[in-house]
């Protein structure tokens, strides 16, 4: 006898707060305070005004009083451009990596993980030669694609039959092969490869 089927649930997921595009970004040149140049038109956007206001919350008091102060006089796009610049200029805590620090850290990589570069490198080639992973944590890059990569269109079965590939394809993770391939040989290819797939 078999258990019986227990009904399924979903749950929802978390939500995602995007700050809104309503404005465009001025050059670095021009300072943030000409955001309050912006129009004030309503715009679509993601992020309320109580949703910005919680965010100022989990800030510290200097930059929280200026982000406020902006908000209130300003508007949304404004503060949105206030904390975009305050995001990209802060002293840190930085995440990722600063592009001037990446022959540093080529550096660093070639002497502590020499091993692990011939696998990643041969994975960038395989990308070059147009062969991709046929899912997420493939080691291999085996599915073989023509000169022009058809992101909308299953690959023939010859290469796989894998309903999951064109999932795995448009979610572009080998994309960061190639940029570490090209930090660490400097080798153009790789980013005209990039290029040519964006």
């Known amino acids: 006898m078999q258990p019986p089927i227990r009904s399924i649930q979903f749950e929802p997921l978390e939500t995602r707060v995007h700050l809104s595009s309503s404005a465009p970004i001025p050059p670095a040149a021009q300072s943030v ?14 992020l309320t005004r109580t949703d910005r206001r919680a965010l100022i919350a989990r800030f510290s008091t200097d930059i929280a009083a200026s982000l406020l102060k902006t908000l209130r006089h300003s508007g949304d796009a404004a503060f949105d451009l206030s904390l975009l610049d305050y ?56 599915v073989q694609l023509g000169s022009k990569i058809d992101w909308d269109a299953p690959p023939p079965a010859s290469q796989t039959d894998n309903p999951d590939f064109l999932h795995t394809l448009n979610r572009q993770t080998f994309w960061r092969d190639l940029g570490i391939a090209y930090n660490l040989t400097g080798d153009g290819k790789y980013v005209r490869e990039l290029v040519s797939q964006l």
């Open 33 to 46: 305070r000409r955001a309050a140049a912006v129009s004030s038109a309503p715009v679509a956007t993601a």
């Open 87 to 142: 995001m990209i200029h802060r002293a840190g805590p930085t995440y990722f990596y600063n592009g001037k620090q990446l022959p540093r850290y080529a550096e660093f990589i070639k002497q502590v993980a020499s091993d692990s570069i011939p696998d990643q490198l041969e994975r960038a080639d395989d990308i070059v030669n147009h062969l991709f992973p046929e899912q997420i944590n493939s080691i291999a890059y085996t």
